[in-house]
């Protein structure tokens, strides 16, 4: 086990709150697959925290989580607008696709966000050989830890709407991005035209469980009818949900999961700041610090120094051509451990 690492969020533990909230609901015995009572009550909970013109379900990951978000949307000929960076495209083993039978289709992006101009061009309709876009799946943040600006997100919404498609936002990070932007999560979703969401929870100290929400039930009724039935096929529904349950319920109390993001936040700004000071002149930070992640290139560094490092501080190069690598903090990550590896960064000879 490793002291601390930059490789992921979720190379981090589990925060003791959480865990002390599964202890609390282990005793006894009660109905499974949420029809405990509990579990309602919570999912009610995170309903009224997004507005509560919304419906709310627990699945087991991010994977799952956007599995089920965009199928429930998809008919079997559409396809689903992203990043050519996205998750749903390069980290997931092509599950949306396998799942929903529909194609993502790769947009151009900066720093992980796409571009206006280039979803609006994207939206082609009628050509019967063609699949047709119904759904844009952004990451707030996105995978490179960036942020799109509420006014951004607005137009990208009313874009979709537009032509009777939706938004769908993977927010495995999303109480990084809601933090960062000194927003409530509803205030980035629901009231920006958001129509489904990934509500993340096991990057930001949960043990496991995430949720998938369906907003605007007005128009999205039917489709937030059906989703305990896309998640049922699509094996995410946990028999012992109430364990889920209860790690929300604690997330929430006390804004926990905004404490736990901010904390990740500021260690990123605390990392970038050592960087630029201490070796300002001799590594180059290639992406906006917005949220818990930090792009750097280690090219000057030989790839001897890059192993050596690795070894100590986990942590994964991203473009191996540049030597592009991302630092991760989490919520516990510390202080200490970011000044030893800017020490050790710093050491001579290194460079
Ligand atoms: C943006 C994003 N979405 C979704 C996921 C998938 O989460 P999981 O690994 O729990 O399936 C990840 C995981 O790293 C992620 O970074």
């Known amino acids: 086990m490793n002291k601390c690492s930059f490789g992921s969020d979720n190379h981090s533990g589990v925060h003791p709150q959480i865990l002390k909230a599964i202890e609390r609901v282990n005793e006894g015995y009660c109905f499974g697959y949420g029809e405990d009572g509990y579990t309602e009550g919570v999912l009610r909970q995170i309903e009224a925290l997004l507005g509560n013109d ?18 429930s949307f998809l008919d079997s000929f559409s396809t689903v607008l992203a990043p050519s960076c996205a998750h749903i495209l390069e980290d997931e083993c092509g599950a949306v696709e396998r799942f929903s039978s529909c194609k993502i289709t790769p947009l151009p992006h900066i720093d992980g966000k796409v571009v206006f101009d280039e979803v609006k061009a994207a939206l082609c ?15 707030l943040p996105t995978e490179f830890e960036t942020l799109y600006t509420r006014e951004e997100i607005k137009a990208l919404a009313e874009l979709m709407h ?23 999560v509803k205030e980035i ?24 929400v369906i907003f605007n039930l007005k128009k999205n009724r039917k489709i937030a009818d059906n989703l305990c039935f896309v998640r049922k096929q699509a094996t995410q529904l946990y028999s012992k949900n109430r364990f889920i349950a209860a790690q929300f319920e604690a997330y929430l109390k006390d804004d926990l999961y905004l404490q736990m993001a901010s904390h ?31 792009y750097l290139s280690l090219l000057p560094l030989s790839d ?34 970011i000044d030893e590896f800017i020490e ?8």
């Open 125 to 139: 309709f009628g050509d019967q050989h063609k699949v047709q876009p119904k759904i844009l799946s952004i990451s």
């Open 304 to 337: 001897e120094a890059i192993d050596a490092l690795r070894k100590k501080y986990i942590f994964y190069i991203w473009d191996n051509r540049t030597k592009e690598v991302r630092l991760m903090c989490s919520f516990n990550t510390q202080k200490e451990f």
């Open 54 to 71: 919304c419906k709310a379900l627990f699945v087991l990951n991010g994977t799952g989580a956007n599995v089920v978000s965009l199928s």
């Open 189 to 212: 979703t629901y009231d920006l035209g958001c129509d489904v969401l990934s509500f993340g929870g096991t990057k930001n100290g949960l043990l496991i469980g995430e949720a998938v």
């Open 344 to 351: 050790d960064l710093s050491k001579k000879g290194l460079f």
């Open 264 to 294: 990740s936040n500021r260690m990123a700004k605390y990392l970038e700041s050592c960087l630029r000071e201490k070796l300002g002149g001799k590594i180059q930070i290639t992406r906006p610090v917005q949220t818990n992640g930090v």
């Open 162 to 184: 537009s032509v009777g498609g939706y938004l769908h936002i993977d927010g495995s990070r999303i109480s990084n991005a809601a933090s960062a932007m000194g927003c409530s």
